[in-house]
Nanobody, 116 residues
Framework: QLQLVESGGGLVQPGGSLRLSCAAS????????IGWFRQAPGKEREGVSC????????TYADSVKVRFTISRDNAKNTVYLRMNSLKPEDTAVYYC?????????WGQGTQVTVSS
């Protein structure tokens, strides 16, 4: 059974850092691009970052460029999102996503709260 599990969220002060993990099971991540998305209360889900299957190509939303870094370790079947210089507006539930065989798969999400 294909499953994505996010972890690493929490409460952090403005300017702080977190590293989110997206661990896959039931399939091998190697062949797929993986995306990170987030959804803040009362807002639509938005794309944050994406990484190609090889890891050589990455994209970022303008709001997180320079501050966030996406990476992957195919040997561990895991994708990461390093988040630095966090702002209150980064508060959201963060999800990872894979599109496999024309279907979208999502994890359950991990809450990130940036507050003093």
């Amino acid at each position: 059974q294909l499953q994505l599990v996010e972890s690493g969220g929490g409460l952090v002060q403005p300017g702080g850092s977190l590293r989110l993990s997206c661990a896959a099971s039931g399939f091998t991540l190697d062949y797929y691009a993986i995306g990170w998305f987030r959804q803040a209360p009362g807002k639509e889900r938005e794309g944050v970052s994406c990484i190609s299957s090889s890891g050589r190509s990455t994209t970022y939303a303008d709001s997180v460029k320079v501050r966030f870094t996406i990476s992957r370790d195919n040997a561990k079947n895991t994708v990461y999102l390093r988040m630095n210089s966090l702002k209150p507006e980064d508060t959201a539930v963060y999800y990872c996503n894979v599109r496999k065989d024309f279907l979208d798969y999502w994890g359950q999400g991990t809450q990130v709260t940036v507050s003093s």
